[in-house]
C-alpha cells in the first residue's frame, strides 16, 4: 500500500502549527485579558489535565472499531468549533469550561493519529521522522508569522488565528485513508501484561517526569522573555531556533536510530534537558547562552519524541498500539502536563523564574536515574530497543 506521505504531513503541519500559536503565544493573550500567573497555571494544567482521559477513551474506541480516522476527523471538527467559543468569553470561568471542552477533543486526535501513520508505515517505521518534521515546520512558520504580526497587531486576534488553524487542520483529516493492523497479527500479552512490566513503568514515569520538566517552558518561557525586554519577533525566533534545531534532527534519524539504540538516544536527550533547564533559568539574560539552550530544543523534545514513539511501538505492538500511544499521551503530556502546569503557576510570582527551571532540571535528573536504571537493561528489553 502506497503511504500517503504529503496528507499525513499535512495533517502533522496543521497541528502543529496550531501548537506554534498556542504553546507561545497564549499565555501572553491570558494574561492581557486579565488572567493572572497562578490561573494560566491552571488554564495549562486543566488543557494538559484532559490528556489523562481523552486520549484512553478515544483510544480504546479506536483498537475495539478499528476507525481512527474517523474519530480523528470527529475530534478535529468539534475542537474547532469549540475554540472558537473564545471569541465570546472574557472571564476567567468561561475560559476554563472552554479549555476543558476544547482540549478533550482536541487531545483525542494526535495519539490516534500517530498510530495511523505507523500503521501506514508497516514495516518501515523509521521513515517516522520524515512525515513528523512537517509538524515541527508548521509550528516554525506560526511561531514566527504570529510573532511577527504581534509586534504590529493586538494580541485579541489570537483565537481567530488558532481557529482557523484548527479548521484547516479537520479538513486535511478527511483526505487520509483508514490504516489498520496487519489482520493476522497476534500478541502474547494482554494489555495489563504489557503495562506491569517494570520497564514499561519506568518508561511511563521518565517520560511524565520529562513533561513535567518541560511545561513551565511551554506555558511561561515567553512571559518570561518579555520580563527580561526581548520582542515578540524575537521571543518567536528563538521558539522558532528550538523547532529548526528538532527539524534538522529529524532529517538525520534515520541515521541516529541505525546507528544508537533507542536506550542511549532517550539517556541523552534526558541528560541534555537538565543542562538545558539550568541554562535558561541562571543565564536567561545572555542571549547567546539562551540561544544554545533552544538548540538543545532538538534533544529535550525531538529526540526524546521519536525515541519514546518507537518505544511505544514495540512495547505495545499493532493490536495495543492506539492503547498504547493514548497511555503515552495521557500519563507523560497529560500527567506530567498538568502537574507541571499547577506548580509552575504557583510558584512563577512567590518563588521565582530561577527556582522553577531548577526544579524542571531536577526532575529530568531524577527521570534519567529512574531511565538508566531500568530501561533496558535485560536482554530481551534490550533486544527490542534495538
Not at 496550531?18 to 492581557?32: A, D, Q
Not at 488572567?35 to 483510544?59: D, H, R, Y
Not at 521519536?306 to 505495545?316: E, K, M
Request: hydrophobic residues 50%.
Amino acid at each position: 500500500m502506497t503511504i500517503p506521505y504529503w496528507r499525513l504531513s499535512g495533517y502533522y503541519f496543521f497541528y502543529f502549527a496550531t501548537l506554534g500559536v498556542l504553546s507561545p503565544y497564549w499565555s501572553l493573550y491570558l494574561k492581557e485579558v486579565g488572567c493572572n500567573t497562578a490561573q494560566i497555571g491552571e488554564l495549562f494544567a486543566l488543557m494538559a489535565g484532559t490528556k489523562i482521559i481523552s486520549p484512553n477513551l478515544w483510544g480504546w474506541i479506536a483498537d475495539h472499531t478499528q476507525k481512527s480516522m474517523p474519530i480523528i476527523r470527529i475530534t478535529s471538527l468539534i475542537s474547532t468549533v469549540l475554540f472558537a467559543g473564545f471569541l465570546y468569553v472574557d472571564r476567567y470561568f468561561g475560559f476554563a469550561l472552554i479549555t476543558i471542552s476544547f482540549s478533550f477533543f482536541w487531545n483525542a486526535a494526535l495519539p490516534q493519529f500517530e498510530a495511523v501513520t505507523l500503521f501506514h508505515l508497516r514495516e518501515k517505521p523509521h521513515h517516522y521522522s520524515q512525515i513528523r518534521l512537517w509538524g515541527s515546520i508548521g509550528f516554525i512558520v506560526a511561531v514566527l508569522g504570529i510573532g511577527i504580526l504581534l509586534d504590529s497587531l493586538p494580541l485579541i486576534l489570537l483565537p481567530i488565528a488558532i481557529t482557523t488553524l484548527l479548521g484547516l487542520g479537520a479538513l486535511v483529516s478527511l483526505l487520509i485513508p483508514e490504516a489498520h493492523p496487519n489482520e493476522h497479527t497476534k500478541t502474547s500479552l494482554s494489555l495489563l501484561e504489557i503495562i506491569k512490566k517494570p520497564e514499561v513503568i519506568a518508561f511511563f514515569v521518565a517520560g511524565t517526569l520529562l513533561q513535567f520538566a518541560h511545561t513551565p517552558y511551554y506555558v511561561f518561557y515567553s512571559i518570561y522573555l518579555k520580563q527580561l525586554h526581548y520582542s515578540a519577533t524575537l521571543t518567536g525566533s528563538l521558539w522558532a531556533l528550538g523547532i529548526i534545531a528538532e527539524v534538522l534532527l529529524f532529517l538525520l534519524m534515520q541515521k541516529v536510530l541505525r546507528r544508537f539504540s533507542l536506550r542511549r538516544i532517550f539517556l541523552c536527550s534526558i541528560f541534555l534537558a537538565i543542562i538545558r533547564w539550568l541554562l535558561i533559568a541562571k543565564y536567561a539574560d545572555n542571549l547567546p547562552v539562551l540561544i544554545a539552550a533552544q538548540v538543545l530544543h532538538a534533544a529535550t523534545f525531538g529526540s526524546t519524541h521519536v525515541a519514546a514513539i518507537h518505544l511505544v511501538h514495540r512495547y505495545f505492538g499493532r493490536i495495543h498500539q492506539g492503547k498504547g500511544q493514548a497511555l503515552y499521551g495521557s500519563l507523560c503530556y497529560g500527567l506530567g502536563g498538568m502537574l507541571g502546569g499547577i506548580y509552575s503557576g504557583y510558584f512563577w510570582e512567590t518563588a521565582g523564574s530561577e527556582l522553577v527551571f531548577t526544579l524542571a532540571a531536577m526532575a529530568c535528573g531524577v527521570a534519567l536515574i529512574i531511565a538508566v536504571i531500568w530501561i533496558g537493561k535485560t536482554p530481551r528489553v534490550q533486544a527490542a530497543l534495538g
